[in-house]
């Protein structure tokens, strides 16, 4: 049986810079509430005159991970692309990198697991790659969140933690024992799908057209959450899973190296790192810089850590992921 390597990482966040201070502009909200409640200083917006997508951003970022791998898009045998955010009520953001990256037939694969997204796509990849189906697979978290935020008074207590940006990893197959992705833990709970949603468009309704009546409400169209409810779910979830997968692989925390958990609020991080009991500099976080960025969040970490030169060959990462679904997952990866 092969293992999944990752070979690179990229990541691309739009230039525009949006801080507290840029947002109490917009809606009566303070950069203390903000820092104090989830550690966000700033995000990142793609905005509507510098043209761009989920797809978009996915594309540059695979070019950098692409390059690092020292590889082509046609070395790649299909593409799994995770995001909540997609360019198109249907099809998928997945095909239309395929389009851009001029991979000729290849499949693409699109995943709808919010938080949990690129987690949930690279063991989908994983699968691929064990069995032997295919060699090299790009995975991507990409999202492109602000247009569906309401950034005014009413929606700050979602239009605050949301970013965009994109993440892409190659996974090569590889038959060196213990290396690679180790497993990955997988779970969802969708008596919970309300607690955290954007409603619209979508097909709940009997005898109307899916877009009949979505603009008369507010709600729907703009993202909706239980924040507290999240945010407990959130840090019993987390360790949980990571210890799941610690587990199943005879491990201790004492054994990672580095974790990195979904970007959703620095406080949950926080308090996932207190219940692992992992010191400070075994935990990265960013979203300081980037806020949440839902699927991109991991590849985005990953990515700056490599641009960081703080990955480093046989060290072990644990990623744990929590959101809208509810679904979690994690996973362990031997670089
Ligand atoms: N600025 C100022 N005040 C605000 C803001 C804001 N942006 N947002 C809310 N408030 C106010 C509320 O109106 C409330 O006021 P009130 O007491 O007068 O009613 C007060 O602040 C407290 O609001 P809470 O919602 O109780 O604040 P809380 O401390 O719970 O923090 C937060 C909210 C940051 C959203 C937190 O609940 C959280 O992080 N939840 C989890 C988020 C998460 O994990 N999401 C999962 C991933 S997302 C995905 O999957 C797509």
Known sequence: MFHSKIIGIGHFVPEKVVTNHDLEKLMDTSDEWIQERTGIKERRFYDPPE??????????????????????????????????????????????????????????????????????????????????????????????????????????????????????????????????????????????????????????????SVYENMHLNHDNIHPQMDGQLVFKNAIKRMPEVTMEALAANNLTTEDIDMFLPHQANLRISQMVQKFLRLPDEKVYNNIQKYGNTTAATLPILLSDLWEQGRIKEGQLFALAAFGSGFTWASTLIRF
């Open 51 to 208: 043209k761009g997508s989920t797809a978009i951003m996915a594309y540059k970022a695979s070019l950098i991970a692409l390059e690092r791998a020292k590889l082509k898009a046609k070395d790649i045998d299909a593409i799994v692309f995770a995001t909540l955010s997609p360019d198109y009520y249907f099809p998928g953001s997945g095909v239309l990198l395929q389009h851009m990256l001029e991979m000729d037939t290849k499949p693409a694969i699109d995943i709808r697991a919010q938080c949990s997204g690129f987690i949930y796509a690279l063991s989908v990849a994983d699968q691929f790659i064990k069995t032997g189906m295919y060699k090299r697979i790009l995975v991507i978290g990409s999202e492109t969140q602000n247009l569906a935020l309401d950034l005014t008074t009413r929606g700050r207590g979602m239009g605050v933690l949301f970013g965009d940006g994109g993440g892409a990893a190659i996974l090569e197959a590889t038959d060196e024992e213990g290396k690679g992705i180790l497993s990955t833990h997988l779970h969802s709970q969708g008596e919970f799908a309300d607690v955290l949603c954007i409603r619209e468009p979508g097909s709940n309704k009997i005898g109307k």
